[in-house]
């Protein structure tokens, strides 16, 4: 009975030496911190005493070490203590879970308090240091108190701008439409040939000639318009994009920003508005185009000087014959197509030949020299309507004489008078002409004379060789 009291004995001495045991280890886990970074754009100042952090805001904290597994946890403590001693009561924060990505390397997403009173600088309310332990088992373990443990928590200063917030929107919303008059002035402006704005001036409506009026000297010196224009566009672009940025506090949001304002109402809203009434938008926007280039005037207007030099003075638009010509044709709303197809020959006479538009012998009504002018032949003259009839003898290439309608006024069919007479009566010249002769030399011809002859002079017979075709 005896030996079993001291056997019963002797495991309890076990038991307790291994309860004991596991209590003295219990402070011990196997994971050790070396190091740790915070997260780009959370550093407010890395000193030698620690890093410096805005409190009460979130941010990443990469801690570098060895023994790294799940469940790992990360609190703060600002009491210090010996490395491995315990800090289960002296923490003073949150629980912030140590995700590994390594044995050697894990994230937390941290948030630090600020201790004592916000107002006090960061030395005054003093650090915070590290405290890990693992989320199943054992208490919390302190990591020491060197330098480089040390986390100091600021508060983060409040937002401010370089105006008053609603100062500084309303130039925003100024700039942006600045930016679109700038935009569209240079489509509408610049797209005004100077020798439009003449033939406005002189052909166009009312409006058109006064708008014309007010636009045409300033488009004269059209590249320190030009530079003007530009300038200020950049000008006002890039102020826009700097007040955002200030605003938003975000170098990505004000470009995304500053793109989608300049885009929508500094670019396609504009240039589609003043591509089709650029005339008036310049007109009555011209007060604040020569008040940009007074401004500008010490930049622009040096650089225009020399565009001026190297691109040479802007002549505008010049319309040789076949342009014009398709002008003409492509733009006249206005005109009858009888009309469109004078003016159009009127351009061509310089260039075509009398072969070009001559009507061929076998297709042109003659009488013979030798007819009678009885009932039948004058009836036949006055159906084909004709004002002026060739005459020939025997052969259809001899013409000797003209006949025009007007010489039968008097003549009357029942005497059946010979054309022969009729034609020696009144003696209208008959003249030749080679195929290759000018239009405009032979209308030159026929002017010259009729006025000669004081008469009748409109039809020219065109010669190849001995025959006339």
């Keep these: ?49 620690g890093v410096v952090v805005y409190g009460e805001t979130d941010f990443e904290m990469r801690v570098f ?4 597994g799940d469940g790992l946890l990360l609190s703060f403590t600002n009491v210090e203590a010996e490395k491995n001693s315990d800090c289960t009561d002296f923490r003073n924060t949150g629980v912030f879970p140590l995700i590994p990505d390594s044995n050697s390397s894990g ?23 590290v405290c890990l332990k693992h989320r199943y088992d054992g208490n919390w373990i302190h990591q020491g108190n060197d330098p480089w443990l040390r986390l100091y928590a600021v508060k983060k200063p409040d937002s401010t701008t370089i105006m008053p917030l609603w100062i500084q929107i ?36 009312g409006k058109e000639k006064i708008y014309a009026k007010r636009i045409a000297p300033m488009r004269k010196r059209g590249n320190y318009l030009l530079c003007t224009i530009l300038i200020g566009n950049v000008l006002v672009n890039n102020t826009l994009t700097i007040l955002l940025d200030d605003l938003t506090g975000s170098g990505y949001a004000a470009v995304l920003g500053a793109t989608a304002g300049i885009v929508i109402f500094g670019e396609i809203i504009p240039q589609a508005v003043c591509s089709r009434y650029g005339l008036a938008v310049g007109a009555k926007t011209i007060w604040f185009t020569k008040f940009f280039m007074l401004v500008t005037f010490p930049l622009s207007f040096p650089i225009s000087k020399l565009l001026d030099c190297a691109l040479g003075k802007e002549i505008g638009s010049i319309y040789n ?15 009858l197509n009888d009309e469109v197809n004078i003016i159009t020959g009127a351009l061509q006479l310089s260039q075509k030949k009398v072969e070009d538009i001559m009507t061929q012998l076998d297709d042109v009504y003659m009488i013979d020299i030798n ?29 000797v004489a003209i006949l025009n309608i007007k010489d039968l006024a008097f003549i009357d069919p029942d005497d059946k008078t010979p054309l022969k007479t009729v034609c020696a009566f009144y003696k209208h010249p008959v003249t030749y002409v080679f195929e ?28 190849n060789g001995p025959e006339c075709i």
């Design 1 to 49: 009975m005896a030996q079993g009291e001291r056997t019963r004995r002797c495991w309890l001495v076990v038991q307790l030496s291994i309860l004991l045991a596991s209590f003295a280890n219990c402070n011990q886990i196997d994971a050790d911190i070396a190091g740790f970074r915070i997260g780009v754009g959370d550093v407010v100042d890395d000193t030698a005493d």
């Design 170 to 205: 309303l130039l925003i919303i100024v700039l942006l439409c600045f930016s679109g008059l700038f935009s569209g002035l240079n489509l509408g402006l610049m797209a005004l040939d100077p020798t439009e704005l003449k033939i406005l001036i002189n052909s166009g409506s």
């Design 321 to 335: 014959r076949d342009r014009l010509r398709e002008l003409i044709r492509l733009t006249a709303t206005d005109l």
């Design 65 to 68: 070490g060895s023994e790294f």
């Design 107 to 129: 994230l937390a997403i941290v948030n630090l308090p600020l201790i004592g009173d916000k107002e006090l600088s960061e030395i005054e309310r003093g650090f915070y240091l």
């Design 371 to 399: 007819s009678m002018l009885d009932f039948d032949t004058m009836n036949d003259i006055m159906r084909t309507g004709f004002t002026r009839i060739p005459v020939y003898e025997m052969d259809k290439t001899n013409i």
């Design 436 to 463: 290759d002769i000018k239009l405009s030399e032979i209308l030159q011809q026929f002017k010259e004379g009729r006025a000669l002859t004081k008469g009748d002079f409109h039809m020219s017979f065109l010669v």
